[in-house]
T-cell receptor
Framework: RKEVEQDPGPFNVPEGATVAFNCTYS??????FFWYRQDCRKEPKLLMS???SGNEDGRFTAQLNRASQYISLLIRDSKLSDSATYLC???????????FGPGTRLSVLP | NAGVTQTPKFQVLKTGQSMTLQCAQD?????MSWYRQDPGMGLRLIHY???????DQGEVPNGYNVSRSTTEDFPLRLLSAAPSQTSVYFC????????????????FGPGTRLLVL
């Protein structure tokens, strides 16, 4: 079983749609959790950290369920500029090394 | 503040050649790491360093060497390039151990695309 698994995608959605990404992780001792976005042929960039109580940043909402070892990302009112690959990331037991999911590609269509 | 820089951006090697991928950061970060990204596999950790003089292996270290003589620089050496090392390589840095709910994370360089023929 992979350490971090994500929806295989791709997701093709119209502008304005709401889209949800799911992620599960196998290491119950993971300490920190993030969503990164990666544009084609670019480096990953932090979208948002995921806090235990859940957190929101504009149109983006992240949730963490430690008991189920599950992380989610919700994007509301999708924009064309949201088209990218979304990477679920967890840290190891010591909170330093990143373990990446394979990513889920999103295409927002006009 | 340039962040994390990597050189070269693109490199073509022949099987058996050696080369060094350069990585530097100007944020005084303790932690630096190297990943490779292959289609459908996500980013995988090659080597990492928690400070000058300290390095350790990640998930896929074979065929690569690293050293950390200064806080700023973390070069990755390919000893004898193989076609299986064709990939995109990313260097990243962070302040150190990432405690939960702290507003910090790893920052990535722009990547080096390597083709081994």
């Amino acid at each position: 079983r992979k350490e971090v698994e994500q929806d295989p995608g791709p997701f093709n959605v119209p502008e304005g749609a709401t889209v949800a990404f799911n992620c599960t992780y196998s290491n119950s001792a993971s300490q920190s959790f993030f969503w990164y976005r990666q544009d084609c042929r670019k480096e990953p960039k932090l979208l948002m950290s995921v806090y235990s109580s859940g957190n929101e940043d504009g149109r983006f909402t992240a949730q963490l369920n430690r008991a189920s070892q599950y992380i989610s990302l919700l994007i509301r009112d999708s924009k064309l500029s949201d088209s990218a690959t979304y990477l679920c990331v967890v840290t190891d037991n010591y909170g330093q090394n990143f373990v990446f999911g394979p990513g889920t590609r999103l295409s927002v269509l006009p | 503040n340039a962040g994390v820089t990597q050189t070269p951006k693109f490199q073509v090697l022949k099987t058996g050649q050696s080369m060094t991928l350069q990585c530097a950061q100007d944020m005084n970060h303790e932690y630096m790491s190297w990943y490779r990204q292959d289609p459908g596999m996500g980013l995988r950790l090659i080597h990492y360093s928690v400070g000058a003089g300290i390095t350790d292996q990640g998930e896929v270290p074979n065929g690569y060497n690293v050293s950390r003589s200064t806080t700023e620089d973390f070069p990755l050496r390919l000893l004898s390039a193989a076609p299986s090392q064709t990939s995109v390589y990313f260097c990243a840095s962070s302040p150190g151990t990432l405690a939960p709910n702290l507003k910090e994370t790893q920052y990535f360089g722009p990547g080096t695309r390597l083709l081994v023929l």
